[in-house]
């Protein structure tokens, strides 16, 4: 039973891999017709339309279960959308995939503060075995400013959103995935919509198709995402996420002609390897049947 639900923990991440490594596609072809505020608000409009149908269907669930949780997935998730799209318009799409990907690193280090939780030594050689892969992927040498924030950006994605799969873990006690859904859509709206118009919205019709198919591949891939994480644990799910790596580095070989550096491409490999320690250590954990209590409240 418990092989049978960390499987479909598994496929479903794969399958969340798969839309989030097209949603970064369908980011790189909208550049120079949205700035950022914009696509982040086009995502987060294309997954409410989506789920407004449920949600005027359902208005008790919708006002959510645990709000505390709700805001904080929404908070980290706006962050780490921004730092994602940032980095997918300013470096090669497969590094921007790979450091979006490495908050189950951080998700390692979150828990031991928040939950006290002590991460053990193959936990430890992971964080320190992943913080050279970044060195190597950093671009020392060139004097391209967007090219060095675009690293740091991509780093910046993955630590909030290690924020936001412990959230999302958490709010499987209390809310179904169209909650959070419509609660991450709803905050992110409303954050970036007052900077959504100090730039004219683009005119031509293919940039807005480009748009919808990011809102349309963020919101697959949330689905998929939440599904694997009702099975799995935060660190093993975002790290069977590391599977995005390999699709975005078909993608952008395939569509933008993008080929890695050595440096590059080992400091990629050392992040992936190394994220992927974590859910070894872990191996077949059951998944908890009720939230753990904060490093500072009494276990019960």
């Not at 982040?40 to 294309?46: A, H, I, K, S």
Request: aromatic share 14%; glycine share 10%.
């Amino acid at each position: 039973m418990m092989a049978a639900m960390r499987a479909r923990g598994y496929q479903a991440m794969i399958l969340a891999s798969l839309f989030f490594s097209l949603m970064g596609v369908a980011v790189r072809h909208a550049k120079g017709g949205f700035d950022l505020p914009q696509l982040v608000f086009m995502r987060g409009l294309v997954c409410l339309v989506i789920l407004l149908p449920w949600a005027i269907k359902n208005p008790k669930l919708v006002r959510g279960g645990s709000r505390f949780w709700l805001i904080l997935r929404a908070l980290t998730g706006t962050l780490a959308v921004f730092g994602n799209f940032y980095a997918l318009q300013s470096i090669p799409l497969a590094t921007a995939t790979v450091l979006n990907q490495t908050s189950p690193l951080f998700a390692v280090i979150l828990i031991w503060i928040l939950f006290a939780k002590k991460p053990a030594w193959i936990n430890v050689l992971g964080l320190a075995g992943a913080f050279i892969g970044v060195i190597f992927v950093f671009p020392i040498h060139t004097d391209d400013l967007q090219n060095r924030l675009g690293v740091l950006a991509g780093l910046g994605s993955g630590v909030c959103a290690a924020f936001a799969y412990i959230s999302i873990r958490r709010l499987r006690f209390t809310d179904v995935s169209g909650v959070i859904l419509v609660w991450f859509s709803t905050i992110s709206m409303v954050l970036v919509l007052p900077f959504c118009f100090r730039n004219p919205w683009p005119e031509q019709p293919m940039l807005w198709v480009w748009a919808i198919a990011a809102g349309l591949g963020a919101y697959l891939g949330q689905s998929f995402l939440i599904r694997s994480l009702s099975y799995l644990t935060a660190t093993a799910g975002s790290t069977a996420g590391l599977l995005g790596a390999v699709f975005a580095t078909f993608w952008g070989w395939l569509l933008f002609d993008e080929i890695l550096h050595w440096r590059e491409g080992l400091g990629m490999v050392l992040i992936v390897v190394c994220g992927a320690l974590p859910a070894f250590f872990e191996g077949n954990r059951k998944v908890q049947e009720s939230p753990s209590p904060f490093r500072w409240q009494k276990s019960k």
